[in-house]
C-alpha cells in the first residue's frame, strides 16, 4: 500500500537515518544523502548589507533562528524539480499549495515541478510554530527571498557558461536564456547538475512586484486532495513501525485529582501486556490499541478528588476576584470627563465560555527512542518546540531528536501544546521499541487547551447629537488581541487584565491559544455593545460604526460586506434579524453580517445567511483564502451556538460529540465571501479572521430579530429563552 | 480467540484468524493496514471511521470483527479503481471539499452509501444524509456540492 505524508518525497522510514539538526552546512549535506541524491548550490551569506538578512530581518522569536542560507529552503534536483521546505506544518489551512506558489513565482519554475517538505526539523529551516495566521504574511517573505536570491545565483552560473553578461540573460519555466540568442538556453536542473557551488550574492536581485505575477495570485486548488479523498494521506496514528506498541496511559478523572492507590495486577496478567510505571506516568503497552484499551480497563486505580466549588456557572465570579491589574492597550482622553458629556449612558456585562478545540484527529505521536536518538512522528502544530521537549524528557540534546510532522487533522491552535509526543518518546526509552500514543476522544477533551472563560464589562456613552463620547473597556482573561478601538470616540480606555494563556490557581484545566485567541470573545462583546448603543442613539447600527470611523481600510470591507449582503437602514430591534460585526486580526480587516431567525418558544437560533467581506492585502491563493473564509465563518457558528465546557470541581461533563455540539450540515447558513482588493498591501492573515466576526454578528442578530440581549456565549437555546422572557 | 473470520474487503476475500469480538475499525486499522478509516471518537458520534457493510454507511467503530463475516466491506483504499479516482473522489477534488483531510474518507463512503440508496438525493436528503458526519473546518457547503457533482456524474450507477 502506497503511503504518504505533507512531503510529496518519500517519507524515510528508518528513524535512524539520519538526526542531524539545524541548518548548518553539514545538514545541507545529510539532507542530500537523506533523500536519495541530488544537489545544492551553496551560498555563503555574510551578515552585511546586501544579504538576505538585510531584506528581513531575522529578529525576534518568530525569526531570530530561521536561517539566512537560501539552501535551507530549497534543493533542485537534477530533474528539474525544487523542492520547497518550510518548517510550518499542514493542517488543513493550505500553505502546502499556497507556499508552492510562492516558491515558482519567484524562482521562475513550472508550479507543478515545485514539492513541499513540511515540518520536519532535520529537513526543514527552524520555525517557531504554525499559528498567528504567520505562515503567508510572515514566513511567505523568506521563501520568497529564498527562491529569489537561488534564481540569481543561477543566472550567474549560466552567465559563465555562456560567457555573456548576467543582464543579457532571462529566466522562465526553470530555464535560464541569452535574449539576443534565446536558443542558447540551460535548465536549472543542468546548471547545478555536478556540481557544488559556493557563492556570494554581492546585489539581491529585487523580488517579483505582484503585477507581474502569474502563479501567485491565481486560484490553486489543494495540492494534497488527491491523497486525502484516496486514504493515502497519512497522519500521526496511521503510523507504522515493526515491533512498535500501542499505549494507553492511566488518567485522573479530574483535574486536580492525585493518585493515591494503583494496582495493575490484572493488567499484568493479560497476553502480550506490558506495564510502564515512571513517576507520574502509569501505562499499559499492547502490540493492538484494542489490546491497549482493554488492559487499561483492568487497572485499578483510586485518587484524592479535587473539591474547587468552581464550575462552569461559577467560573465568571472566580475570575473576577482572580483577576490581575489592568495592562493598558490603549487609552485617550479622561473617562471622567467622557461620562460627563454623555447623556446616555449604557454598562453592561459579556460573558464566554471555555471552547474545546475539537479538531477531528486527536493528539497522537509514534515516537522511537534507541541509541540516544529519538524519530517522533508527530500530530502537532510546533515540530520544534516538540523536538525540545522531548529532548529534555529524554536527556538527549536536541540535535539527536528529530520530529516528523504527517499531515495534522486539524488543530485551530489545539495543537501548539503537544503532550503526547512527550508521552510517547517517554514509553519508547522506557521500553525499547516504537510507541505510539494516540490519545481518545475522552482524553482529547480532557487534555485540551482550552479557549479560556473570560469577561468583559464595558461602559460607554453618547452625546446629545448621539456620538460616542466615553468607551471604559475592560477584558478579563480572554486576551489583549483585538481589544483595541477602531472607532472615534474622544474618552476610552481599553484594559486588558489577564492574557488567554494558562496562570497558576485562574482555571480549573489548561488553555492556551484557540483560532484568534481573544479577538473572538473581544468582538462578540463590542459588536453587541455597539448595536446597543446604535439603537440606545436611534440610529442604523450600520450608520452608526461608520459615523465614528475614519480608518478606510474598515470602512471599504463594512461597505462591501453592506453591498453585497444588500443592507438596508434599520432601527434596531428591526425583527429582520440583521446583524454586523467587524474587527481586525492579523493585520487583516474584516467585516461580517448575517440574517437570523429566532425561535421564541424553543430559543433555538437558526442562522440563514452570512455575508463576510475582507481585506488580506496580497492574496496569494484566493481559492484557498475564500475557504479559510468559509472554514472561519463554519466553525464560528459553534462558539457562537453551542460550544461550551460544563464541569465542576476539575470534572468535565463534555467529553465527546454527544453533549458537546459541534456545527453539522443542518445548521450551515448561505454563506457568502468578499475579498476587497488590496494587492499593493503585502499578504496579510488568512486563517483566522473571518472567525473573529461569528459572535458579535449573530448576537447582534438576535438583538436585532427579538430585542433580545444574549450576554453569554454560547447563545444556547436556554439562554435565548431567558434573554427572551426579559425583554417581556 | 482465534476465530478464523471470512469476509469480502475491497472485493477480495479475506481470511483472517481473530478473536471475533474484536473493534472492526482496530482489525482494519491494526491487523490490515487500512488505515483510512479513523479513530474520531470511538462512540459513532463523529463518522471518521464510516465504512460500507454490504453497502450501507457505517461507523467502524460500533461493529465487531465478528459482525461482518460472510459480509463485504468496502473501505476508502478500494473506492479508486486502476489508479482512477471514484467520481466522489474526483468532485471532492476538484471543488476543495475538504481542508485537514480526517473526516474525507469516511464522509466520502458515508456519500457512497447515500447515493446507493437514493441515486439522485435533494439538496436536503444529502444534508440529511451526511448530518451525523463531522467536519471540524468548516468544508460543509463544498462537502454537499461535491456530493451533487457526484451524483450527476454517477447517473444512477455505481461509479
Known amino acids: ?728 | 480467540m482465534g476465530k478464523t473470520l471470512q469476509f469480502t474487503l475491497n472485493g477480495t476475500p479475506v481470511t483472517l484468524e481473530v478473536d471475533a469480538e474484536r473493534t472492526l475499525l482496530w482489525v482494519l486499522r491494526t491487523d490490515l493496514a487500512l488505515t483510512g478509516a479513523k479513530y474520531g471518537c470511538g462512540e459513532g458520534l463523529c463518522g471518521a471511521c464510516t465504512v460500507l457493510v454490504d453497502d450501507e454507511a457505517l461507523p467502524a467503530c460500533q461493529i465487531t470483527i465478528g459482525e461482518v463475516a460472510g459480509r463485504e466491506i468496502q473501505t476508502i483504499e478500494g473506492l479508486a479503481r486502476n489508479g482512477a479516482l471514484h467520481p466522489l473522489q474526483e468532485a471532492f477534488a476538484a471543488v476543495d471539499a475538504l481542508q485537514c483531510g480526517f473526516c474525507t474518507p469516511g464522509m466520502i463512503l458515508k456519500a457512497y452509501g447515500l447515493l446507493i440508496s437514493n441515486p439522485q438525493p435533494s439538496r436536503a436528503e444529502i444534508v440529511a444524509g451526511l448530518d451525523d458526519n463531522l467536519c471540524r473546518c468548516g468544508a460543509h457547503l463544498r462537502i454537499i456540492h461535491a456530493v451533487e457533482i457526484a451524483a450527476a456524474a454517477m447517473k444512477g450507477g455505481r461509479s
Open chain 1, 1 to 728: 500500500m502506497k503511503r504518504s505524508g505533507p512531503r510529496e518525497t518519500p517519507t524515510p522510514r528508518d528513524p535512524m537515518a539520519d538526526t542531524a539538526a539545524g541548518l548548518t552546512r553539514r545538514s545541507f549535506l545529510k539532507r542530500m544523502g537523506l533523500m536519495g541524491g541530488g544537489l545544492v548550490v551553496y551560498l555563503t551569506i555574510g551578515d552585511g548589507a546586501g544579504t538576505a538578512m538585510a531584506r528581513a530581518p531575522r529578529q525576534g522569536f518568530l525569526g531570530a533562528k530561521v536561517p539566512s542560507d537560501f539552501n535551507a529552503f530549497l534543493r533542485i534536483g537534477a530533474d528539474n524539480r525544487v523542492t520547497c521546505f518550510v518548517g510550518k506544518i499542514e493542517m488543513g489551512q493550505g500553505p502546502i499549495t499556497s507556499f508552492a506558489q510562492m516558491m515558482a513565482e519567484e524562482m521562475d519554475v513550472p508550479y507543478a515541478s515545485v514539492d513541499v517538505v513540511m515540518g520536519d526539523t532535520d529537513l526543514c529551516p527552524w520555525d517557531a510554530g504554525t499559528w498567528g495566521s504567520l505562515s503567508t504574511r510572515y514566513y511567505g517573505i523568506f521563501v520568497k527571498e529564498a527562491a529569489s536570491e537561488a534564481k540569481g545565483v543561477l543566472k550567474s552560473l549560466a552567465a559563465e557558461k555562456f560567457s555573456v553578461p548576467v543582464d543579457r540573460l532571462q529566466t522562465e519555466k526553470g530555464t535560464i536564456f541569452d535574449t539576443r540568442q534565446p536558443s542558447r538556453r540551460v535548465s536549472y536542473g543542468e546548471l547545478t547538475a555536478g556540481k557544488l557551488i559556493e557563492r556570494h550574492l554581492e546585489t539581491l536581485p529585487p523580488l517579483k512586484q505582484h503585477t507581474a505575477y502569474t502563479i501567485s495570485g491565481r486560484p490553486h486548488l489543494r495540492r494534497d486532495a488527491r491523497v486525502k479523498v484516496t486514504g493515502e494521506a497519512l497522519y500521526a496514528a496511521d503510523m507504522r513501525l515493526p515491533q512498535m506498541r500501542y499505549a494507553r496511559i492511566l488518567r485522573p478523572p479530574a483535574h486536580g485529582a492525585r493518585l493515591l492507590t494503583v494496582n495493575t495486577a490484572a493488567a499484568e496478567a493479560l497476553p502480550e501486556v506490558e506495564v510502564v510505571r515512571d513517576d507520574d506516568l502509569v501505562a499499559v503497552l499492547h502490540p493492538r490499541p484494542d489490546g491497549a484499551a482493554e488492559a487499561l480497563a483492568s487497572v485499578k486505580a483510586t485518587f484524592d478528588l479535587p473539591k474547587t466549588g468552581i464550575d462552569d456557572r461559577t467560573i465568571f465570579e472566580h475570575l473576577l476576584q482572580k483577576a490581575p491589574p489592568a495592562a493598558v492597550a490603549a487609552e485617550a482622553g479622561d473617562l471622567a470627563k467622557g461620562a460627563q458629556a454623555s447623556v446616555t449612558l449604557l454598562e453592561e456585562t459579556y460573558l464566554n465560555s471555555y471552547v474545546a478545540h475539537a479538531p477531528m484527529e486527536p493528539h497522537a505521536a509514534l515516537a522511537t527512542v534507541a541509541g540516544g536518538r529519538a524519530t517522533v512522528w508527530a500530530s502537532t502544530q510546533s515540530p520544534f518546540s516538540v523536538q525540545r521537549e522531548v529532548a529534555g524528557a529524554l536527556g538527549l540534546p536536541d540535535d539527536k531528536v528529530r520530529v516528523i510532522t504527517p499531515f495534522v487533522g486539524g488543530g485551530f491552535g489545539g495543537k501548539s501544546a503537544s503532550a503526547q509526543a512527550v508521552e510517547a518518546a517517554r514509553l519508547s526509552q522506557r521500553v525499547g521499541r516504537p510507541v505510539m500514543v494516540a490519545w481518545t476522544r475522552e482524553e482529547e477533551f480532557f487534555f485540551d487547551t482550552f479557549r479560556p472563560a473570560a469577561v468583559v464589562k464595558i461602559r460607554s456613552g453618547l452625546d446629545a447629537a448621539g456620538r460616542m463620547t466615553l468607551w471604559d473597556y475592560k477584558v478579563y482573561f480572554a486576551g489583549r488581541r483585538g481589544c483595541e478601538n477602531f472607532y472615534t470616540i474622544p474618552h476610552h480606555r481599553e484594559a486588558v487584565h489577564g492574557e488567554w494563556r494558562m496562570a497558576p490557581g485562574i482555571h480549573p484545566f489548561d488553555v492556551g491559544p484557540w483560532r484568534a485567541p481573544a479577538a473572538n470573545t473581544n468582538v462578540y462583546a463590542r459588536d453587541l455593545h455597539l448595536h446597543l448603543m446604535a439603537s440606545l442613539a436611534g440610529q442604523d447600527p450600520l450608520a452608526f460604526r461608520l459615523n465614528h470611523l475614519e480608518d478606510a481600510r474598515m470602512r471599504r470591507v463594512l461597505e462591501a460586506a453592506a453591498d453585497r449582503f444588500g443592507w438596508t437602514a434599520l432601527k434596531s430591534p428591526s425583527g429582520k434579524g440583521y446583524g454586523i460585526a467587524c474587527g481586525i486580526d492579523a493585520e487583516t480587516y474584516v467585516a461580517a453580517m448575517a440574517e437570523v431567525a429566532v425561535n421564541p418558544d424553543s430559543g433555538h437560533i437558526d442562522v440563514k445567511r452570512v455575508v463576510c467581506a475582507q481585506d488580506m492585502g496580497q492574496v496569494v491563493n484566493p481559492q484557498g483564502a475564500t475557504i479559510q473564509m468559509e472554514g472561519c465563518i463554519t466553525m464560528g457558528l459553534g462558539y457562537a451556538l453551542s460550544e461550551e465546557i460544563r464541569f465542576s470541581d476539575g470534572r468535565l461533563r463534555d467529553r465527546n460529540f454527544d453533549t458537546y455540539a459541534i456545527p453539522r450540515f443542518s445548521w450551515l447558513p448561505r454563506i457568502e465571501t468578499v475579498i476587497v482588493p488590496n494587492p499593493d498591501l503585502p499578504p496579510k492573515g488568512g486563517g483566522e479572521p473571518a472567525i473573529i466576526c461569528m459572535g458579535g454578528v449573530l448576537a447582534s442578530a438576535v438583538y436585532d430579530a427579538t430585542g433580545a440581549k444574549v450576554r453569554q456565549l454560547p447563545m444556547t437555546p436556554a439562554r435565548v429563552k431567558a434573554a427572551l422572557e426579559a425583554v417581556g
